[in-house]
């Protein structure tokens, strides 16, 4: 195969003119293993202790300090091995097997627990670019080549200093770490900003769902009713899973309702064939379909409205409200309350796989307003999603320009110096 102008290929692929081909160990003034066996009799509360790192805590490029560990100062001392420094490298080695960060300064003089530690020399070596390289699909098809085990998989020290990677001049390193950098630092605040977002609306609907607090225009007691009352209950049927894309007419499965839909329908994941629908059930304008199995029972009985106008099917283990005289995208918000959910699961049967029929949902007690009320507390929340719809689609692009600027910059394709 003919070879790019510029490039030369190696045991890793094609690299450019200029860069070089390094072993971990020949980088490394330290590859070692974080503290391997049990250190949970070590564990102390509060600040009195020393930061202890697992592999649940790293995530690409970055630390996920919910639930971080402290030890005791006695068991840190006994264990100066995987004493972390700032700039060190940390490497997931078993389970999710590849994910590296480095140690920012704030964590230096903690300690860490069965994670690979890469010391650089950082007078010739990047920390930044290493990490990226290891998150790439590259650096991460190149892991996955020495991880060990059958069962549990896992990556031994050993096998990562003999691992070849591509080594542009250092200058070129910090270049290319920054402008990824610079992406992931963008990431970071869409993130921060969606969370802000959803816990807006979430405070929105514990308003607004409520009474607690009314738009304006709005007065007048809201009334209690058993959602048996509100309209007629309806089974879907069919639909297996092999079905699912038989066909080109939109169709709800239930275990899309749990992992696909919030609230109300916005987009179809299964196409059913015209043969398969006749077996379904047909929906209807302002349906209000739920789950009708589940794992647990906290989650049983989630609720999403069908709100568009167009021919789509529900599949077997739904069950189908059809209101006569509300707005469904209200009823959409509301049956899936922290409140209405704890009636739930009150009515949920079996453990292993749980049930909710028509019958125990049709004694759910809601408070509602009047329809027109009811419709602008659905357009008010409704206009929140389709913000955090859009920020969701601007947080996936910039993903995705990420992992195209990854595969053109890790590989020498793009220079920028």
């Not at 390289?133 to 050993?158: C, D, P």
């Not at 019958?359 to 955090?388: F, G, Y």
Request: neutral net charge; aromatic residues 6%; glycine residues 10%.
């Amino acid at each position: 195969m003919e070879v790019k102008a510029g490039f030369r290929q190696t045991e890793v692929g094609l690299i450019p003119e200029g860069w070089d081909l390094r072993t971990m160990d020949s980088l490394t003034s330290l590859m070692t293993n974080g503290f391997v066996g049990t250190a949970t009799s070590a564990y102390v509360e509060g600040d009195d202790g020393v930061l202890y790192v697992q592999g649940y805590n790293i995530q690409e490029n970055g630390f996920n300090f919910h639930g971080i560990k402290r030890v005791s100062r006695a068991f840190h001392a006994r264990n100066q091995k995987s004493c972390l420094r700032s700039g060190d490298l940390l490497t997931i080695q078993t389970g999710d097997i590849g994910v590296t960060a480095v140690v920012p300064p704030g964590l230096a003089g903690a300690n860490c627990h069965a994670l690979v530690i890469s010391r650089l020399d950082k007078r010739v070596s990047e920390p930044q670019y290493f990490c990226q390289y290891f998150n790439s699909e590259r650096g991460r098809a190149q892991l996955k080549e020495i991880e060990t085990g059958s069962t549990m998989k896992h990556l031994n020290v050993g096998d990562m200093k003999r691992l070849l990677l591509p080594f542009p001049p250092v200058e070129e390193q910090r270049a290319i770490a920054t402008a990824l950098s610079d992406v992931d630092a963008l990431l970071a605040k869409l993130d921060a900003f969606i969370a802000k977002k959803r816990d807006l609306k979430q405070a929105t609907m514990q308003q607004l769902l409520t009474g607690q607090t009314r738009l304006p225009g709005f007065s007048g007691e809201w009334e209690v009713k058993r959602l048996g009352d509100l309209g007629r209950f309806l089974k879907g049927s069919g639909v297996r899973k092999d079905e699912s894309r038989s066909g080109d007419l939109p169709c709800v499965r239930y275990g899309e309702i749990y992992t696909q839909h919030d609230d109300y329908i916005k987009e179809f994941h299964s196409w059913i064939s015209p043969a398969v629908a006749s077996t379904a059930l047909r929906l209807k304008t302002g349906d209000l379909c739920f789950a009708g199995s589940g794992e647990t029972k906290e989650e049983i009985g989630k609720c999403v409205a069908f709100v568009e106008d167009v021919e789509a099917y529900a599949g077997g283990d739904i069950v189908v409200l059809r209101p006569d005289s509300s707005s469904s995208l209200f009823l959409g918000y509301l049956l899936n309350t922290k409140r209405v959910n704890a009636q739930k699961a009150s009515k949920g049967q079996g453990d292993a796989v749980v049930h909710i029929s028509a019958t125990a949902l049709s004694t759910l007690q809601i408070s509602r307003p009047k329809l027109e009320e009811q419709a602008a507390i659905a357009s008010v929340l409704a206009d929140m999603d389709t913000e955090l719809t859009a920020l969701e689609a601007r947080r996936d692009k910039t993903r995705a320009l990420k992992l195209g600027m990854m595969q053109e910059l890790l590989t020498g394709k793009i220079r920028l110096l």
